[in-house]
């Protein structure tokens, strides 16, 4: 195993598996790995190995012929499993990308007959699946999956992650914003107060309070809830202290993932926690304001369009998932000062 720079043909490099298996975010944040290695192997096939819930955000790339979902409630014994991963594996791949260090990308990288498996230095569980390691990178999330590529002597070149929508989808959206009364004359901002972690959930109740802020001084804008399966409870929280209901939509049934892209397509700004959502919305092209709580900025994709904003509490990020201080990044980051940085934000990036 090396990390040195492997010379491959790309003419003859004709099938290239990918394993992400989670979380929707980072899938999302996965997807310039397949457009630089289609850019170098333009000949080559590329399929993705990820689990069932996340495939929406790579469907429709072009820069993927072909997705295996993992579907865990069908995988119901062992022997099924394994069944799964073989047939995922015995491809006939000339090379496999293993961003993610989980037991069900290690049975992939066992059993595949790849001659190049590349990923990053982890354990010697782990490391002993791969033919080629590179060291872990720091920064923005993309560059360091794209880091994996060294190898390959391909660099991450500030290449976003995409996510490609139909012109049916988009279609079926413009319907949407007409059912909910939405004309040219309004701006949309899309709203995602969720978040299963308490240290990156900016309160729903200052959420209520900046959208109050920035609907008071902008009639004409529009703030459209986001919510994942499970989460819709977010909606009355954050209606219940809004001052300005008039201004907020909220989908019912809640937007599925790739209508929530469709919608932040449409969308002069997300606005929301540090989750899949703003990952989302880099890949359509719109650009972000997150408030920070415990994650670091590397999660941002480095662009002006792109902003996150944090509180000066000394602690903030900690990257932790308990706080003896009751979150207080998040808690007393004032909605006022939000609310200014939104509109400043806003006017900037339309500048």
Known sequence: MTDSTL??????????????????????????????LAKKFPDAEIHYFTEKKCVPVLQNNPYISKIWALDKKELSNIIKEFAFYRKVARQGYDLMIGLQHLPRVRWVSYLTDAPVKLSYRSSWINDIGYTHLTKSKSG????????????LGIEWNCTPPKLFLTEQERDAMSARLK?????????????DATHHDIGRKYPAENYAKVISLLAEKHKELR???????????????????????????????SLQLREVAACQERSILHF???????????AV????????????????????????????????????????IGYKCLTELDPEYVATKILEHINCVSV
């Open 7 to 36: 010379s491959l043909d790309s003419k003859k490099v004709k099938k290239i598996l990918v394993c992400q298996l989670r979380q929707i975010g980072d899938v999302m944040l996965s997807t310039p790995v397949a457009e630089l």
């Open 140 to 151: 923005y999330a993309s560059e360091s999956k794209a880091a994996i590529l060294a190898p």
């Open 179 to 191: 059912e909910w009364g939405v004309t040219d004359e309004h701006r949309i901002i899309t709203i």
């Open 223 to 253: 703030f459209v809830l986001l919510a994942g399966p499970g989460e819709e409870g977010i909606f009355d929280e954050v209606l219940s202290a809004c001052e300005t209901p008039e201004a907020v939509i909220v989908p019912s049934p």
């Open 272 to 282: 929301g926690n540090c989750s899949a959502p703003r990952h989302m919305a880099v």
């Open 285 to 324: 092209g719109t650009p972000t304001f997150v408030p920070l709580g415990s994650s670091s900025d590397s999660w941002r994709f480095p662009s002006d369009e792109h902003v996150t904003i944090k509180s000066d509490i000394e602690c903030c990020p900690c990257d932790s998932t308990s706080c003896a």
